[in-house]
Structure formats: C-alpha cells, structure tokens
C-alpha cells in the first residue's frame, strides 16, 4: 500500500464518519420533530378534553343554583306562612289578664 493510497482510506473512512454522524443528527432532528408534532397534537386533544370538562361543570352547577334559588323561594314561603301562623295563633291565644 502506498502512502497515497493510505492517505485516500484515511480520507475515506473520516468522510464515512462525519456523514454517519450527519446521517444521525439528521434522523434525531426528525425524531424531535415528530415528538413535538405528537406532544402538541396531545396537548390540543388535553385541552379539548378540559374545555368539555368545564362546559359539563358549568351545566351541572348551573343546574345547582338553580335548585338553590327555587329552594330559597321556598323557604321565604315558608317563612311567610310561619309568620301568618304566629299571628293566628296569638289572636286565638290572647293572655288573659286577671281584674
């Protein structure tokens, strides 16, 4: 082997490893862009799934406050009809004072 041949091998084999080193680099930067693509895909399907769970509790508890102030209709009534009961009660009970 002459030194120009050696000198051509040489050359050789580091271009093989820079362009296998490139090669690499080029396949992880694929990988990290197919990773961000499906983590961003994720993260849109995540917040979707957050925005149904809001829209259902924003349902659920405005089915409460409804329940709620029907509820407080009902007890001023109540109220109401408790305070007509006393007053009935002391008309018919009126304390009778000994002369």
């Known amino acids: 082997m002459t ?23 080029h396949q992880i930067d694929k990988r990290f862009d197919e990773m961000n693509k499906r983590l961003e895909e994720m993260g849109k399907r995540f917040d979707a799934q957050i925005e149904a769970l809001e829209r259902r509790f924003d349902a659920q508890f405005e089915v409460l406050r409804s329940e ?6 009902r007890i001023v009534i109540i109220e109401e009809d408790i305070r007509e009961i006393k007053a009935d009660l002391k008309r018919l009970f009126k304390p009778i004072t000994p002369n």
Do not use: K, P, Y
């Open 68 to 73: 709620i102030r029907r509820l407080e209709d």
């Open 3 to 25: 030194n120009w041949q050696f000198i051509f091998a040489m050359v050789g084999v580091v271009i093989a490893i820079f362009g296998a080193s490139w090669l690499n680099t």
